[in-house]
Protein backbone atom coordinates (compact mmCIF):
# COMPACT_ATOMS: atom_id res chain seq x y z
CA UNK A 1 0.00 0.00 0.00
CA UNK A 2 1.10 3.30 -1.54
CA UNK A 3 1.68 6.33 1.25
CA UNK A 4 1.41 9.53 0.13
CA UNK A 5 3.93 12.74 1.15
CA UNK A 6 1.81 15.06 1.30
CA UNK A 7 -1.63 16.25 0.84
CA UNK A 8 -1.33 18.32 -1.80
CA UNK A 9 -4.42 19.77 -3.61
CA UNK A 10 -2.94 22.77 -5.23
CA UNK A 11 -2.59 23.82 -9.06
CA UNK A 12 -0.14 24.67 -10.87
CA UNK A 13 0.03 26.94 -13.50
CA UNK A 14 3.00 28.81 -16.19
CA UNK A 15 3.60 32.11 -14.29
CA UNK A 16 6.60 33.15 -12.05
CA UNK A 17 9.34 30.19 -10.07
CA UNK A 18 8.29 28.20 -7.48
CA UNK A 19 9.34 28.53 -3.78
CA UNK A 20 13.32 27.59 -3.53
CA UNK A 21 11.90 24.23 -0.94
CA UNK A 22 9.73 23.04 -3.31
CA UNK A 23 12.39 22.84 -6.54
CA UNK A 24 14.73 19.95 -6.90
CA UNK A 25 17.37 19.54 -10.13
CA UNK A 26 15.62 17.57 -12.75
CA UNK A 27 16.77 13.74 -12.85
CA UNK A 28 16.07 10.77 -10.66
CA UNK A 29 19.34 10.72 -9.35
CA UNK A 30 20.64 13.61 -10.31
CA UNK A 31 23.31 13.13 -13.00
CA UNK A 32 24.89 16.90 -13.04
CA UNK A 33 25.08 19.11 -10.47
CA UNK A 34 24.26 22.19 -12.38
CA UNK A 35 20.89 23.78 -12.37
CA UNK A 36 18.56 24.84 -14.78
CA UNK A 37 17.91 28.58 -15.15
CA UNK A 38 14.55 29.38 -14.08
CA UNK A 39 12.58 29.25 -17.23
CA UNK A 40 12.29 26.50 -19.63
CA UNK A 41 13.44 26.40 -23.08
CA UNK A 42 10.05 27.89 -23.59
CA UNK A 43 10.37 30.47 -21.26
CA UNK A 44 7.74 29.15 -18.70
CA UNK A 45 8.04 27.91 -15.46
CA UNK A 46 5.43 26.75 -12.83
CA UNK A 47 3.84 29.07 -10.03
CA UNK A 48 1.64 27.23 -7.36
CA UNK A 49 -2.15 29.13 -7.04
CA UNK A 50 -5.50 28.46 -5.94
CA UNK A 51 -8.12 28.42 -8.74
CA UNK A 52 -7.39 27.20 -12.60
CA UNK A 53 -6.70 28.81 -15.74
CA UNK A 54 -9.48 28.08 -18.33
CA UNK A 55 -7.88 27.70 -21.78
CA UNK A 56 -4.58 27.89 -23.37
CA UNK A 57 -1.16 26.52 -22.14
CA UNK A 58 -1.38 26.72 -18.82
CA UNK A 59 -4.31 24.35 -18.93
CA UNK A 60 -2.01 21.77 -19.13
CA UNK A 61 -0.40 21.84 -15.64
CA UNK A 62 -1.71 18.94 -14.06
CA UNK A 63 -3.53 18.67 -10.64
CA UNK A 64 -1.09 17.15 -8.10
CA UNK A 65 -2.29 15.23 -5.65
CA UNK A 66 -1.33 12.30 -3.35
CA UNK A 67 -0.83 8.60 -4.25
CA UNK A 68 -3.99 7.25 -2.87
CA UNK A 69 -6.10 10.17 -4.41
CA UNK A 70 -8.46 9.62 -7.21
CA UNK A 71 -7.08 10.81 -10.42
CA UNK A 72 -8.32 12.32 -13.78
CA UNK A 73 -8.90 15.07 -16.56
CA UNK A 74 -11.60 16.89 -14.04
CA UNK A 75 -12.52 16.38 -10.39
CA UNK A 76 -16.19 15.15 -11.48
CA UNK A 77 -14.63 12.56 -14.22
CA UNK A 78 -12.44 11.14 -11.47
CA UNK A 79 -12.23 7.02 -11.16
CA UNK A 80 -14.60 5.10 -9.77
CA UNK A 81 -13.14 5.72 -6.25
CA UNK A 82 -14.74 2.31 -5.32
CA UNK A 83 -11.74 1.33 -7.14
CA UNK A 84 -9.23 2.46 -5.04
CA UNK A 85 -8.01 2.48 -1.69
CA UNK A 86 -10.01 4.77 1.19
CA UNK A 87 -7.49 7.66 1.91
CA UNK A 88 -4.81 7.14 4.75
CA UNK A 89 -4.04 11.10 4.63
CA UNK A 90 -5.87 13.80 6.95
CA UNK A 91 -7.33 16.51 4.83
CA UNK A 92 -5.11 19.52 5.08
CA UNK A 93 -2.38 17.70 7.22
CA UNK A 94 0.70 16.45 5.82
CA UNK A 95 2.20 13.08 6.10
CA UNK A 96 5.67 12.27 5.95
CA UNK A 97 7.63 9.08 4.28
CA UNK A 98 11.28 8.56 2.60
CA UNK A 99 11.65 10.29 -0.33
CA UNK A 100 10.38 8.37 -3.85
CA UNK A 101 9.64 9.20 -7.23
CA UNK A 102 6.90 11.73 -8.57
CA UNK A 103 6.03 10.69 -11.51
CA UNK A 104 4.02 12.82 -13.96
CA UNK A 105 1.50 10.83 -16.07
CA UNK A 106 -0.12 12.24 -19.50
CA UNK A 107 -1.62 10.93 -22.68
CA UNK A 108 -3.86 12.34 -25.83
CA UNK A 109 -7.03 10.42 -26.68
CA UNK A 110 -5.01 8.01 -28.47
CA UNK A 111 -3.21 6.56 -24.81
CA UNK A 112 -6.69 7.57 -22.66
CA UNK A 113 -7.54 3.77 -22.19
CA UNK A 114 -3.57 2.71 -21.45
CA UNK A 115 -3.18 5.71 -19.39
CA UNK A 116 -6.10 4.71 -17.22
CA UNK A 117 -4.66 1.55 -16.73
CA UNK A 118 -1.44 2.97 -15.43
CA UNK A 119 -2.22 5.11 -13.01
CA UNK A 120 -4.04 2.58 -11.11
CA UNK A 121 -0.78 0.36 -11.83
CA UNK A 122 1.41 3.13 -10.45
CA UNK A 123 -0.85 3.34 -7.17
CA UNK A 124 0.47 -0.32 -6.41
CA UNK A 125 4.28 0.54 -6.97
CA UNK A 126 6.55 0.72 -4.12
CA UNK A 127 8.96 3.33 -5.33
CA UNK A 128 6.25 5.98 -6.26
CA UNK A 129 5.58 8.70 -3.95
CA UNK A 130 2.97 11.14 -6.01
CA UNK A 131 1.32 10.62 -9.21
CA UNK A 132 0.79 14.02 -11.27
CA UNK A 133 -1.30 14.60 -14.30
CA UNK A 134 -1.08 16.66 -17.26
CA UNK A 135 -4.19 15.17 -19.44
CA UNK A 136 -5.24 11.65 -19.20
CA UNK A 137 -9.03 11.30 -20.42
CA UNK A 138 -10.50 10.56 -23.16
CA UNK A 139 -12.64 14.29 -23.48
CA UNK A 140 -9.31 15.51 -23.15
CA UNK A 141 -8.79 16.87 -27.16
CA UNK A 142 -5.33 19.12 -26.38
CA UNK A 143 -2.51 18.35 -29.03
CA UNK A 144 0.00 15.53 -27.69
CA UNK A 145 2.24 18.17 -27.67
CA UNK A 146 1.09 19.89 -25.23
CA UNK A 147 0.62 17.76 -22.68
CA UNK A 148 4.42 16.01 -23.23
CA UNK A 149 5.75 19.96 -22.89
CA UNK A 150 3.69 20.09 -19.34
CA UNK A 151 5.01 16.81 -18.28
CA UNK A 152 8.46 17.97 -19.25
CA UNK A 153 8.69 21.28 -17.72
CA UNK A 154 7.44 20.26 -14.16
CA UNK A 155 10.53 17.79 -14.25
CA UNK A 156 12.65 20.11 -15.12
CA UNK A 157 11.41 23.10 -12.50
CA UNK A 158 11.97 20.37 -9.90
CA UNK A 159 8.25 19.52 -9.55
CA UNK A 160 8.20 16.10 -10.32
CA UNK A 161 11.20 13.20 -10.95
CA UNK A 162 9.49 11.62 -13.92
CA UNK A 163 7.32 11.21 -16.05
CA UNK A 164 5.09 8.28 -18.41
CA UNK A 165 3.83 10.05 -21.35
CA UNK A 166 1.17 7.53 -23.73
CA UNK A 167 0.20 8.41 -27.10
CA UNK A 168 -0.33 5.97 -30.37
CA UNK A 169 3.39 5.41 -31.10
CA UNK A 170 4.91 7.28 -28.42
CA UNK A 171 7.04 8.98 -30.91
CA UNK A 172 5.31 12.03 -30.55
CA UNK A 173 5.73 12.33 -27.15
CA UNK A 174 9.44 12.09 -26.67
CA UNK A 175 9.62 14.47 -29.57
CA UNK A 176 7.58 17.43 -28.10
CA UNK A 177 9.49 16.22 -24.24
CA UNK A 178 12.69 16.57 -25.41
CA UNK A 179 12.23 20.01 -26.60
CA UNK A 180 12.46 21.08 -22.80
CA UNK A 181 16.04 21.84 -21.53
CA UNK A 182 17.48 19.45 -19.83
CA UNK A 183 15.14 16.86 -20.49
CA UNK A 184 15.99 13.48 -22.20
CA UNK A 185 12.61 11.19 -23.37
CA UNK A 186 12.98 7.76 -24.85
CA UNK A 187 10.12 5.79 -26.62
CA UNK A 188 10.67 2.25 -25.79
CA UNK A 189 8.89 -0.83 -26.56
CA UNK A 190 11.00 -3.99 -24.59
CA UNK A 191 12.67 -4.61 -21.03
CA UNK A 192 16.39 -4.02 -22.58
CA UNK A 193 15.43 -0.37 -24.06
CA UNK A 194 13.57 0.83 -20.88
CA UNK A 195 16.69 -0.58 -19.22
CA UNK A 196 19.21 0.85 -21.03
CA UNK A 197 17.19 4.46 -21.34
CA UNK A 198 17.51 4.71 -17.38
CA UNK A 199 20.93 3.16 -16.48
CA UNK A 200 22.55 4.42 -19.80
CA UNK A 201 20.69 7.58 -20.35
CA UNK A 202 19.31 8.76 -17.54
CA UNK A 203 16.19 9.43 -19.18
CA UNK A 204 13.53 10.81 -16.79
CA UNK A 205 10.54 10.50 -19.42
CA UNK A 206 9.40 7.10 -20.71
CA UNK A 207 7.16 6.93 -23.67
CA UNK A 208 4.91 3.80 -24.89
CA UNK A 209 2.56 3.73 -28.02
CA UNK A 210 -0.78 2.52 -27.68
CA UNK A 211 -1.09 1.44 -31.11
CA UNK A 212 2.47 -0.76 -30.36
CA UNK A 213 2.31 -3.03 -27.69
CA UNK A 214 -0.02 -4.37 -25.71
CA UNK A 215 -1.87 -3.50 -22.09
CA UNK A 216 0.09 -6.04 -20.20
CA UNK A 217 3.59 -5.15 -21.69
CA UNK A 218 3.23 -1.53 -21.06
CA UNK A 219 2.53 -2.41 -17.27
CA UNK A 220 5.90 -4.87 -17.19
CA UNK A 221 7.42 -1.79 -18.29
CA UNK A 222 6.24 0.71 -16.66
CA UNK A 223 7.00 -1.63 -13.71
CA UNK A 224 11.32 -2.08 -14.51
CA UNK A 225 11.05 1.37 -15.69
CA UNK A 226 10.58 2.17 -12.36
CA UNK A 227 13.14 0.18 -10.95
CA UNK A 228 16.08 1.13 -12.72
CA UNK A 229 17.56 3.77 -11.86
CA UNK A 230 20.71 5.59 -12.91
CA UNK A 231 24.36 5.81 -11.41
CA UNK A 232 26.07 9.12 -11.54
CA UNK A 233 28.98 7.31 -11.07
CA UNK A 234 28.72 5.16 -13.88
CA UNK A 235 30.95 5.62 -17.04
CA UNK A 236 27.74 6.70 -18.60
CA UNK A 237 27.15 9.47 -16.47
CA UNK A 238 30.41 11.63 -18.65
CA UNK A 239 28.77 10.97 -21.62
CA UNK A 240 25.38 12.30 -20.71
CA UNK A 241 27.51 15.18 -19.27
CA UNK A 242 28.30 16.03 -22.81
CA UNK A 243 24.79 16.33 -23.56
CA UNK A 244 24.17 18.34 -20.63
CA UNK A 245 27.37 20.80 -21.70
CA UNK A 246 26.00 21.28 -25.37
CA UNK A 247 22.45 22.18 -24.06
CA UNK A 248 23.54 24.97 -21.78
CA UNK A 249 25.92 26.08 -24.59
CA UNK A 250 22.99 26.05 -26.92
CA UNK A 251 21.22 28.16 -24.56
CA UNK A 252 24.34 30.65 -23.86
CA UNK A 253 24.10 30.97 -27.65
CA UNK A 254 20.81 31.87 -27.68
CA UNK A 255 20.62 33.99 -25.20
Aim: hydrophobic fraction near 40%; glycine fraction near 8%.
Amino acid sequence: MLRASRAMTNRWTFGTVPPAETRREPGYPNDVNTPLPPATEHGAVLRQCSVPHESGTAATASRIRPTNATVGPQPEAAVDVKARPPSRTTPGRATSMPAGLRVVVGSDRAGAAYCTVLVDHLHDQPRVQQIITTGTGEGDVRPYPEIALAAAQLIGVGLADRALLVCHTGVGMAIAANKVTGIRAATAHDPLSVEHAVTHNNAQVLCLGAGVIGLALAQQLTKSWLNHSFDPASRAAARIALITDAEHRRRSALY
